[in-house]
């Protein structure tokens, strides 16, 4: 069956450096790859996709790498600001959307 | 405002007592979900629905019974059968099941089984 590993420890950044977030999967490449947002206590939000086709996508100071050869997305934040502080949760979808563990961002003042 | 509502937030129950989560989406969606949440797990699929009078077994959908009479509606009913219900429940939904798809979800509902 298909894996999703995400890093269980919180990363911890300051403020104002990149936030670099890592999914990995094993076996079969899946058609697209979500990343969500979720707070404490709330239910995920919906942040960025990539297909399998595409090495990288943007918004604002988001940026999501799909490598299909490394079985690996990267999702990075720029200028990361305290209020990034959350659960950030990478899916991808196979046969159904499979969710990763998620991992915890912590950005000091 | 559009969106997804559960309800209740916080649930407590007593042991072999059934319980149904409400979830109410007014985003037109066609496809819904329901997830289970414990610490340090990801989501896990319990049922998910295509169309109205149509639902499928996720992974871990023993214990759990849901229904799909309206679209904007998929309730959870959480029964004596399931061994360990202490959970926080998340239901979500799509525009439809197959596709480029965001999901959705709704606030959750921390269910405590005493």
């Known amino acids: 069956s298909q894996k999703i590993e995400q890093n269980s420890e919180a990363l911890n950044i300051q403020e104002g450096k990149t936030a670099t977030l890592t999914c990995n999967y094993t076996n079969y490449s899946p058609a697209y790859l979500q990343w969500y947002r979720q707070d404490p206590g709330r239910g995920p939000v919906f942040l960025l996709l990539?297909?399998?086709?595409?090495k990288e996508k943007r918004k604002e100071r988001l940026k999501v790498t799909f490598d299909t050869t490394l079985k690996q997305s990267l999702f990075h934040i720029t200028a990361s600001q305290p209020a990034d502080s959350a659960t950030y949760l990478c899916a991808l979808r196979f046969q159904k959307l499979v969710f990763g563990t998620g991992t915890r961002l912590l950005v000091s003042p | 405002d559009g969106g997804i509502t559960q309800s209740p937030k916080y649930l407590f129950r007593k042991e072999g007592q059934n319980v149904t989560l409400s979830c109410e989406q007014n985003l037109n969606h066609d496809a819904m979900y329901w997830y289970r949440q414990d610490p340090g797990q990801g989501l896990r699929l319990i049922y998910y629905?295509?169309?109205?009078?149509?639902?499928q077994k996720g992974d871990i959908a023993e214990g759990y019974s849901v229904s799909r009479e309206k679209k904007e509606s998929f309730p959870l009913t959480v029964t004596s059968a399931q061994k360990n219900p202490t959970a926080f429940y998340l239901c979500?939904?799509?525009?439809?099941?197959?596709?480029?798809?965001?999901?959705?979800f709704g606030p959750g509902t921390r269910l405590t089984v005493l």
């Open positions: 990539i297909r399998e086709n595409e």
């Open positions: 629905s295509q169309i109205v009078n149509d639902f």
């Open positions: 979500a939904s799509s525009l439809t099941l197959a596709g480029v798809n965001e999901q959705f």
